[in-house]
């Protein structure tokens, strides 16, 4: 007989006690223990059931009554067989590649900074095309029934870093923006209040606890539609306002 390794030994002994089989393993090696023959494959049997006969052909663990036997059920004196159902399969997992609500809102961040550093690299209809798209993503990720009026209370916190936190403080809504997006659009609006901070764990902490209540989008809002601070004298005109900040 080939020799066999001890993995191969322990294999099988498979069941065996490891005491035992570390002692069977030496007798083995000083050529005084024969390995075990294996056992022929357990046979087939049919079992009369009533009215029917049950074959069972056991599974690859040569035992029967476990969860891989292959039954067979026929009535008795027919030559009908009639096999057991296949069994159920666990269901495949869905192929889902829609991104979650913060995939879409880094989507949204990310062809907004694309259309705004590299905008001669689309021609018109492909801008219109990318400024749908983010719509779309805008529409999917705003929290339901949210809506802004041109006299809602905003309030904005500057950090040390070029992240801001944009907060519509009438609609208790917060925003991710940053100071280029507020250079762009709002950098000499009024009716908004300021707030320079040196710490940036104030912002996070904002973030935070606005994200808890579900009033939190990780993206700027669409100018005019998300947020409407007035962006012109004719628009603070149009409010009642006079420059600088109430």
């Known amino acids: 007989m080939t020799e066999v390794t001890y993995n191969q030994f322990r294999s099988i002994h498979k069941g065996t006690p490891q005491k035992k089989i570390s002692k069977l393993w030496k007798k083995y090696k000083d050529g005084k223990y024969q390995l075990p023959q294996a056992s022929p494959p357990a046979p087939e049997i049919t079992v009369p059931v009533g009215v029917v006969e049950v ?9 029967y009554g476990t969860g891989d036997d292959e039954v067979t059920i026929r009535k008795l004196g027919s030559s009908d067989a009639v096999k057991s159902p296949p ?18 809102c880094n989507e949204y961040e990310r062809y907004r900074k694309e259309l705004r550093r590299f905008p001669y690299k689309y021609n018109e209809e492909e801008t219109k095309k990318i400024q749908a798209r983010m719509k779309q993503f805008a529409d999917e990720t705003r929290p339901e029934g949210y809506f ?19 907060i519509n403080t009438t609609r208790q809504l917060a925003f991710k923006v940053d100071r280029d997006w507020w250079k762009d659009n709002y950098q000499t609006t009024i009716y ?55």
Not at 88 to 93: F, G, I, M, V
Not at 196 to 205: A, G, V, Y
Not at 209 to 236: F, H, N
């Open 87 to 104: 069994k159920a399969e666990a269901p495949e997992p869905v192929d889902d590649d829609s991104p979650s609500p913060l995939g879409k």
């Open 192 to 246: 908004v209040d300021r707030e320079l901070l040196n710490d940036p764990t104030h912002i996070e902490t904002e973030k935070m606890r606005y994200a808890r209540k579900g009033k939190y989008l990780p993206r700027t809002p669409i100018v005019g539609l998300e947020c409407k601070l007035p962006q012109t004298v004719k628009d603070i005109k149009m409010r009642g306002g006079f420059a600088g900040d109430r």
């Open 148 to 166: 802004c009026e041109p006299t809602d209370s905003w309030k904005i916190w500057f950090g040390p870093t070029r992240d801001c936190l944009l």
């Open 55 to 63: 074959n069972i052909k056991p599974g690859e663990d040569s035992s």
